[in-house]
């Protein structure tokens, strides 16, 4: 249903949702919606810097630093 849309369909779309909530509305979202990726990415870098500098601490990798959580009741079961 949705492949049958088109350039035409997506204008009208895009112009019953600019009527409907207004340009101020609109502008107020998406930068809303552009700060939360900014915050994404960058929690993204920080993990990614978090991990190769546990990495680099010891000669193994970070893959053996990961904590264990399993209880130890379900530790025996497979």
């Not at 990495?55 to 893959?63: L, V």
Request: proline residues 3%; without cysteine.
């Amino acid at each position: 249903m949705l492949n049958n849309i088109g350039l035409p369909g997506l204008l009208l779309i895009a112009v019953v949702v600019l009527v409907l909530f207004g340009r101020g509305k609109i502008s107020s979202l998406m930068g809303e919606v552009g700060k939360g990726i900014t915050s994404f990415k960058k929690g993204v870098a920080d993990g990614n810097k978090e991990i190769e500098d546990a990495g680099d601490e010891t000669e193994t990798g970070a893959a053996d630093t990961a904590k264990n959580v399993t209880p130890e009741d379900d530790k025996d079961k497979v």
